[in-house]
């Protein structure tokens, strides 16, 4: 994945980079504390400027975001919920699930989404809660562009600060990406397999 990552961000540039955040936002497998250091160690090289690596992150990462707040507002909530509860097994989600986080996104608001776009593996998926809530088009935009600039801010700037001993932790980077989707995988088998017994509680 190091390799693959590493090609499109030299050969596509700044549309390269929002695109690989567009999709690490639709499948999160693909993730962006790999993709953002990458960009801004080719930033660092004098390929591309580290502002604009950061912006076409952000923007990129904001359109992924978008992207499942439209579909969430657009399905609504008891539209979910009864889906979860008949199809929920395979996407490892409950009807109750769906409840317990429409409900502590009520409590939160705009908080949860700027601090979830700052939390590995949530910063994904916040935007459902939030298109479920719903929450208004405004300030989810807002909280989520402030949230997005600061977490892809600072994997570019930890990307371009390695510059001289990149190549070095490269070499570790790919081997721990594998695990981490093999991880990924064993998790979501686990959830398939106790889906049942979690939904009953």
């Known amino acids: 994945m190091f390799e693959w990552v590493t090609g499109i961000v030299e050969q596509s540039g700044y549309l390269g980079i929002a695109l690989l955040m567009i999709a690490e936002n639709l499948f999160p497998p693909i993730p962006s504390e790999l993709i953002m250091p990458l960009a801004g160690f080719v930033a660092a090289q004098g390929k591309l400027s580290l502002a604009g690596v950061i912006i076409a992150g952000s923007i990129g990462s904001l359109i992924g975001a978008l992207f499942w707040y439209v579909v969430a507002r657009a399905v609504g909530g008891e539209r979910v919920t009864r889906w979860a509860e008949r199809y929920g097994r395979w ?3 409950s ?5 317990r986080a429409r409900a502590w996104f009520g409590r939160h608001g705009g908080k949860a989404v700027l601090l979830g776009r700052l939390v590995p593996a949530v910063r994904s998926l ?15 935009l807002a909280f ?3 949230g997005t600039a600061l977490w892809t801010t600072l994997l570019a700037v930890l990307g371009y600060l390695l510059e001289g001993a990149y190549e070095h932790v490269a070499d ?5 990406s594998k695990v981490v989707i093999g991880l990924f995988v064993v998790y979501y088998l686990y959830r398939v397999a106790t889906h049942r017994r979690r939904a009953k509680r």
């Open 95 to 99: 009807g109750n699930d769906v409840g």
């Open 144 to 146: 989520s562009a402030i």
């Open 91 to 93: 996407f490892t989600v």
């Open 126 to 140: 916040i935007s459902i809660p939030a298109g479920l809530a719903p929450m208004r088009l405004a300030p989810f």
């Open 172 to 176: 570790y980077i790919d081997p721990i």
